[in-house]
């Protein structure tokens, strides 16, 4: 079926987002075409000049209105200057804070290491977490990369880094989820589950 150019235009549009092939994509665009409740016109407001509209943290690096030199955590004196959690990207920083269980602030990395994709230390955001740490007053740096070769060859990289600070580094820990089973558990999981076991209380 041969759609009309500006329907067709949005469906390409839909398609070129992750996780949206082709029949998404259509779905989406039909659904909004048939929709009485105006979203289109408010999904079009809401993407008119958005990025425009939004910066980067100068603290941590994570996202912010524009107006703002700093985001919602670095601005709220509640939160707990000693500790800073290493991210790779600010979608896990929102991650994290859907857990309202972590008080202290964040660094967003903007990425992770991949030398096979010419990704190196001066193309993330390290330095200024190095700035971050002359006052002395971090005690603790969690490493939450992800669980991935990249993630792990991050967090190596910048515990050898971090070395030369008298400063706690730790890595969030990984292994089953809870609710899974053993037998549907991979190896690697199992490893690690293994591997960062701990005492019973």
């Given amino acids: 079926?041969?759609?009309?150019?500006?329907?067709?235009?949005?469906?390409n549009a839909f398609e070129r987002l992750p996780g949206i092939g082709p029949k998404s994509a259509s779905r989406l665009a039909f659904y909004l075409l048939r929709d009485s409740s105006n979203m289109g016109q408010e999904l079009s407001d809401a993407?008119?000049?958005f990025r425009d509209k939004l910066a980067f943290c100068e603290e941590c690096f994570n996202i912010t209105v524009a107006e703002k030199k700093l985001c919602e955590v670095c601005s709220d004196e509640a939160r707990d200057r000693r500790i800073i959690c290493i991210v790779e990207d600010a979608l896990d920083v929102l991650?994290?804070?859907?857990?309202a269980g972590y008080k202290g602030k964040y660094h967003v990395l903007h990425g992770a290491l991949s030398p096979i994709e010419g990704v190196g230390p001066d193309d993330l955001k390290i330095r200024p977490l190095y700035a971050r740490l002359e006052d002395g007053e971090v005690e603790e740096i969690i490493l939450a990369t992800n669980p991935s070769m990249e993630g792990d060859a991050t967090a190596l990289y910048l515990s050898q880094q971090l070395a030369q600070y008298d400063i706690r580094v730790t890595r969030i820990a990984r292994g089953l989820p809870i609710g899974g089973d053993l037998e549907y558990a991979d190896q690697n999981t199992l490893l690690r589950a293994l591997s960062g076991r701990q005492e019973m209380d």
């Fill in 1 to 11: 079926m041969i759609l009309p150019q500006p329907l067709q235009q949005l469906v």
């Fill in 47 to 49: 993407l008119d000049g």
């Fill in 95 to 99: 991650s994290l804070e859907r857990t």
